[in-house]
């Protein structure tokens, strides 16, 4: 026989333990040392409770990850929808050119679309099907629901543009930009 407890071999010779009991005794020890215990009701138990909250929980984000995807495709279906309702209508030879996902755009307007686009009073936005002119009001409500369909303002390029220094501003101010100066 193997190196043993020398209990257990003085039980078995002594003929008041059978082999199969003390090897059954030998493998439970080994497996709680090793941390390989037999699975008890409870621990099953708890263990199924574990994989339950974990499945809830999995189920509960997947569920939120699909209420914000439809609520971003809502927003955008009514952003879309508020640039073909208001949309102002282009017309005129001249052209105009601004930068839009990295490539320079062109909408022909007349002088005073052009002056209001400089003005801020205009603002382009895309919607999907192509690039128009919206009012201010009406490109606030589109900024609401999806600013990344706001191409181009003017009024508010001073919000995103870097504050230039007053130095600059000062040397700047000297040089008169003619009134009639088209691009």
């Known amino acids: 026989m193997a190196k043993g407890n020398p209990l257990q071999e003085q039980l078995l010779k002594a003929g008041l333990v059978k082999k199969s ?3 059954q005794v030998a493998r439970e020890q080994l497996n709680a040392r090793l941390g390989k215990a037999a699975p008890t009701a409870a621990g099953i138990e708890r263990e199924a409770q574990r994989a339950r909250e974990q499945k809830v929980e999995r189920d509960r984000a997947l569920e939120a990850e699909r209420k914000a995807a439809a609520r971003q495709r809502e ?4 952003a879309r929808q508020i640039i ?5 209508p282009r ?7 601004f930068t839009a996902d990295g490539a320079i755009r ?3 307007v007349n002088e005073d679309l052009r002056r209001k686009l400089a003005d801020g009073v205009l603002v382009i936005a895309n919607g999907g099907e ?4 919206l009012p201010r009001i009406a490109a606030e409500q589109v900024r609401e629901r999806d600013a990344s369909m706001i191409v181009l303002d003017h009024g ?9 220094s007053s130095e600059d501003d000062a040397y700047y101010a000297q040089f008169k930009v003619p009134d009639d100066l088209i691009w």
């Open 156 to 164: 508010r390029a001073g919000d995103e543009a870097p504050a230039q």
């Open 91 to 97: 017309s005129g030879e001249s052209e105009y050119r």
């Open 21 to 23: 009991k003390v090897s």
């Open 130 to 133: 192509g690039y128009e002119l």
């Open 84 to 88: 073909r309702d208001k949309r102002v």
């Open 106 to 108: 062109t909408l022909l």
């Open 75 to 78: 927003l955008q279906a009514q």
